[in-house]
């Protein structure tokens, strides 16, 4: 007899798992707590529930996200094709009706001869069976404290997300940094951006005026105490970030022999060197303000964001500790994950989780081999991502062409090169597309 699977949780990751799965002859548990017990975020019982309607982002494929949902057609996600059918006008935006989206969603997954619904809260991990978590970033603190306790020799699972942004190495413009370390001390592992006073005097002005994105209703000003956003110490005084994230001690300019004003350090973030993060810049700010105020640091008057500050309330995990590419604890492969608990940002890159998720649940169950969706691909550069070990200090992350692999020549024009990497990835997704959708 076929083993079933346990889900927890009927959000994005959840319902595209049970879909996959139930699809390929699978029998499914789908555990969903509301309405019973809902939380702050929530406004109805329905599944897959969108905040608002154009969540779904950018639909053309010279944007990633746009990328990732196209790779998720092709292979026959669920939630894309109802996104699809209750789509509305938004430009280049895949927008929905989201209240018809979740109820096709919620009608699919109910209907399903394979999957079985169950509105209970669960509040602890299933001590038998296949079980996919995929409760997202307001999970039950009862769920999430028994997940915490499992692995209490670490501080494995984050209950707040403090993320400074990530810029390309590309878009750095080199001529007004340099890379060294503090005192020389070490490997020079940091690029290290100067500024005059002048220079400082006038990006400090801005970041203090800059407007701040507004707190969820489950949120409140005590869930930043434990992690300062730069622009609240900015406003403690105009030198206060120079004795802080930056501090120019030690770091004197190899062109001039003298320390900056201010220096702005970025750390490498993954191994390759193509992203680097901008060090103590946690933010509260909304987005375009991001780039207005930092692109004013004279070495980034060009860089390209791959990923914004955000500092909110979200239960994830240490992924590249925990996780292998498919989402699997390493520990014990019976338990997988899916979703922003995983350290995708995002509603569509926790989809594309929850569909890699059940694809490769079902073909192990079947005794079938995983499908290789490589880096090249949107869906595998995510899951490669979330679980490289080389990513020290791990913060959720939306799908970017910064984690796929360059192209082996140059392209004029950036539009242009993210086309050919969409064209590159699309080509190998049509090469697998039989075997991922095979029963």
């Not at 669960?122 to 009862?142: H, Y």
Request: charged share 25%; with cysteine; net charge negative.
């Amino acid at each position: 007899m076929m083993e079933k699977v346990i889900v927890i949780g009927a959000g994005l990751a959840g319902s595209e798992a049970c879909w996959q799965l139930a699809q390929r002859g699978i029998s499914v548990e789908l555990h969903e707590m509301r309405p019973g017990k809902s939380t702050p975020a929530h406004k109805s019982a329905g599944f897959a529930e969108l905040i608002c309607s154009n969540s779904l982002r950018a639909n053309n494929v010279e944007n990633a996200v746009g990328l990732l949902k196209e790779e998720m057609r092709r292979c026959g996600s669920l939630i894309l094709a109802m996104a699809d059918a209750h789509a509305v006008p938004a430009g280049g935006a895949l927008a929905v009706d989201r209240y018809a989206f979740s109820d096709a969603v919620t009608e699919k997954i109910r209907s399903h001869p394979n999957i079985t619904v169950i509105e209970d809260e669960v509040t602890e991990i299933p001590a038998q069976g296949n079980v996919l978590i995929a409760s997202g970033p307001l999970t039950s603190d009862a769920l999430a404290d028994h997940i915490a306790a499992r692995f209490p020799e670490q501080d494995y699972l984050h209950f707040f997300d403090a993320v400074a942004p990530l810029v390309t190495f590309e878009s750095i413009d080199m001529d007004k940094a340099w890379f060294g370390s503090r005192y020389n001390k070490g490997t020079a592992d940091y690029i290290n951006c100067p500024m005059t006073m002048e220079e400082y005097d006038a990006f400090w002005k801005e970041l203090c005026a800059a407007k701040e994105a507004q707190l969820h209703g489950f949120e409140d000003q005590n869930v930043f105490e434990g992690c300062m956003p730069v622009e609240v110490m900015g406003r403690r005084g105009h030198d206060t970030l120079c004795y802080g994230p930056l501090k120019p001690v030690g770091l004197p300019d190899p062109r001039t022999g003298v320390e900056p004003y201010a220096v702005v350090q970025l750390r490498k973030d993954n191994a390759d060197g193509t992203i680097y993060n901008l060090v103590g810049f946690q933010t509260h700010l909304k987005w375009p303000e991001q780039k207005r105020v930092f692109s004013m640091i004279p070495a980034l008057h060009d860089a390209r964001f791959l990923r914004y500050g955000v500092m909110h309330r979200n239960t994830y995990l240490d992924s590249p500790r925990l996780l292998d590419r498919y989402y699997r604890l390493k520990s014990d492969p019976r338990i997988a994950f899916a979703g922003q608990m995983t350290g995708v940002e995002g509603y569509v890159e926790s989809c594309a989780s929850g569909f890699l998720v059940g694809v490769e649940l079902a073909r192990r169950l079947l005794g079938k081999e995983p499908i290789d969706f490589p880096r090249e691909t949107a869906i595998g550069a995510l899951g490669l991502y979330v679980s490289n070990e080389s990513v020290a200090e791990f913060q959720p992350m939306n799908i970017n062409f910064g984690i796929i692999p360059p192209l082996d020549h140059r392209v004029k024009g950036k539009r242009n090169k993210n086309a050919e990497l969409s064209q590159r990835s699309l080509a190998i997704i049509e090469e697998i597309r039989e075997e991922v959708l095979s029963k």
